[in-house]
């Protein structure tokens, strides 16, 4: 696989997955490096580009205001990323608010890209179900389900594509 992380400019015609979800200002566990890991040792995924937003250097004062150009530069790198990936990875873990992932499920409830997994315990779990299955949308249980369920997806894109 090859990642792409922020702020770095996106420009890719191969398959692609947004890894949205809890980060909660890098203190929540490293779950996309985790996709990463386990996505990796399948050979039918090396083309398949992973848009990660989990930025190596985030510095926790820059002013979250779009005169920020850091701030800016980052939710707009997000933002272009999701508009562009073919499948969009949604995991919302339990003791998280993730108030800037459940914006995100909004903007691309309709988008047909989406495959969600919000823990039991996750403060909103209600209106996250109630959404995916009014939009239609994939839900996973388990963190694991959804890591399955993304790979088994982008193998059908990735075959798809070939042919």
Same mark, same amino acid.
């Given at each position: 696989?090859?990642?792409?992380?922020?702020?770095? @400019? /996106?420009?890719?015609?191969? =398959?692609? @997955?947004?890894?949205?979800? $809890?980060?909660?200002?890098?203190?929540?566990?490293?779950? *996309? *490096?985790?996709? /990463?890991?386990?996505?990796?040792?399948?050979?039918?995924?090396?083309?398949? @580009? @992973?848009? #990660?937003?989990?930025?190596?250097?985030?510095?926790?004062?820059?002013?979250?205001? =779009?005169?920020?150009?850091?701030?800016?530069?980052?939710?707009?790198?997000?933002?272009?990323?999701?508009? +562009?990936?073919?499948?969009?990875?949604?995991?919302?873990?339990? #003791?998280?608010? +993730?108030? /800037?992932?459940?914006?995100?499920?909004?903007?691309?409830?309709? +988008?047909?890209?989406?495959?969600? !997994? !919000?823990?039991?315990?996750?403060?909103?779990?209600?209106?996250?179900?109630?959404? !995916?299955?009014?939009?239609? /949308?994939? *839900?996973?249980? $388990?963190?694991?389900?959804?890591?399955?369920?993304?790979? $088994?997806?982008?193998?059908?894109?990735?075959?798809? #594509?070939?042919?």
């Amino acid at each position: 696989m090859k990642t792409i992380l922020p702020p770095k @400019v /996106i420009s890719s015609s191969d =398959i692609s @997955v947004f890894l949205a979800g $809890t980060i909660d200002m890098g203190h929540s566990i490293d779950w *996309q *490096q985790k996709f /990463i890991d386990k996505a990796n040792k399948e050979e039918t995924l090396d083309d398949v @580009v @992973v848009f #990660n937003p989990r930025r190596k250097f985030w510095d926790h004062t820059w002013t979250q205001r =779009i005169e920020n150009k850091q701030f800016s530069e980052q939710v707009n790198w997000e933002l272009d990323a999701m508009e +562009s990936a073919d499948v969009i990875l949604l995991f919302l873990e339990a #003791n998280s608010k +993730s108030p /800037i992932s459940m914006m995100e499920l909004g903007l691309f409830a309709d +988008s047909g890209k989406l495959m969600v !997994c !919000c823990e039991e315990g996750f403060w909103r779990k209600g209106n996250i179900d109630i959404i !995916c299955k009014r939009k239609g /949308i994939d *839900q996973y249980k $388990t963190f694991d389900e959804l890591v399955t369920a993304v790979m $088994t997806k982008l193998k059908e894109l990735v075959e798809s #594509n070939e042919n």
